[in-house]
């Protein structure tokens, strides 16, 4: 049969890491806690009253979810202008990500991003037919400013992404260096969107400030979140984003209707209502990336600083023989971003006794 696939997707295969079931399950920067017993009832409870009402569509603007949202993050990053108008949420921040590029993206425009990063950003661009441009980050994998400002200058991007912490580096954004990127995007012709994604926020060291303090005064900024990391609820899928009004509205144009299931929002409200036991393992989680960092450094290997629930290290002659050889010891990492690196998720602190114990068998 003849298929009238889009040419640029011919021989494509879907994006995604193995799911494997092994002992330690460090390749897609999962939280390893599940949620606690009283969590889990209090979901399935939300869940079960929710489910008396699913033969009506659900709330389309997902109002009260978007309350609880902006209660959630003005008190984690300490801002307390956010509105429930200036949040949006879909299914996962994938979908977040997919939104911005309907609305923003699109034919003749361009999406531009530092690599090495999150290797979705190239997929939604290719799907909303944006062009994807992606320069180098520096060395030590952090941006480097200037080059960033003249690139936005010269190549007019309607959309800048740059994940903060970044994914798979762990390196994060300073304040002056978002505002530096916005001040650029604030004088492309047409306008650019700068999206700041903090997938990983919770997980940064004390004292590193959430882009989102600086939204008030930059209304084409936007800050992505996500409840699949610091929550544990990656299974969820609830990603979310805060910006000015004018990019939400933009957003409630593209968005399918009833994209937010009742289910999805019932589970999610139910999530942040409990979002203290839910994070609870994240000072553990911090703790145990550090030690891993140090342990990594002290066997020689160069890790970026980290303010993820992961670590980047390298160099390793045959990553992919040392991925196979963590395996068949039942750990499972990253093989991502320039050859010679690997990047492995923080689990417990079994897990990470684990991948110790194997990474120096393997590399003996
Ligand atoms: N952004 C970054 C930087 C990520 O690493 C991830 C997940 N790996 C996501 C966004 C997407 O997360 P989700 O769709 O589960 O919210």
Not at 6 to 33: D, F, H, T
Not at 95 to 108: D, I, K, S, T
Request: include cysteine.
């Amino acid at each position: 049969m003849t298929l009238p696939l889009r040419p640029e997707l011919k021989g494509l295969s879907p994006y995604g890491a193995p799911q494997e079931e092994v002992a330690a399950r460090l390749n897609v920067n999962e939280n390893p806690y599940s949620p606690p017993p009283a969590v889990v009832d209090a979901i399935a409870n939300a869940v079960h009253k929710a489910a008396r009402g699913l033969n009506r569509y659900p709330d389309r603007d997902f109002m009260a979810l978007r309350v609880d949202l902006a209660r959630y993050l003005g008190a984690e990053s300490h801002v307390d202008f956010l509105e429930p108008h200036n949040i949006w949420a879909a299914n996962g921040s994938n979908e977040v990500m997919l939104h911005l590029h309907q609305a923003f993206g699109g034919p003749g425009r361009i999406t531009l991003t530092f690599s090495p990063t999150y290797s979705m950003y190239p997929e939604y661009a290719r799907d909303t037919l944006t062009e994807y441009l992606s320069l180098p980050r520096r060395e030590d994998f952090h941006l480097d400013i200037d080059l960033s400002v003249a690139a936005i200058r010269e190549h007019k991007p309607t959309l800048v992404i740059v994940a903060s912490p970044n994914n798979p580096s762990g390196t994060a954004l300073a304040l002056d260096d978002v505002k530096a990127l916005a001040a650029a995007c604030a004088e492309v012709p047409g306008g650019s969107v700068l999206v700041v994604d903090e997938a990983y926020a919770e997980f940064r060291r004390r004292g590193v400030p959430s882009a989102a303090s600086l939204l008030p005064e930059t209304p084409h900024l936007v800050v992505t979140r996500t409840m699949s990391k610091a929550f544990g609820l990656a299974g969820g899928r609830l990603g979310y984003l805060a910006a000015s009004r004018e990019v939400v509205n933009a957003l409630t144009v593209v968005r399918l209707p009833y994209h937010l299931s009742s289910i999805t929002q019932a589970a999610a409200r139910a999530a942040l209502a409990h979002h203290l036991e839910l994070q609870a393992q994240v000072d553990e989680i911090r703790a145990e990336r550090d030690d891993t960092v140090d342990w990594l450094r002290a066997q020689g290997y160069t890790v970026p600083e980290t303010d993820a629930n992961f670590a980047y290290f390298g160099p390793l002659k045959d990553r992919d023989a040392v991925f196979r050889g963590l395996l068949d010891r039942g750990v499972l990492i990253r093989v991502v971003g320039p050859e010679g690196w690997m990047r492995v998720t923080i689990g417990t602190a079994r897990e990470m006794a684990m991948f110790r114990n194997a990474l120096l068998e393997v590399t003996s």
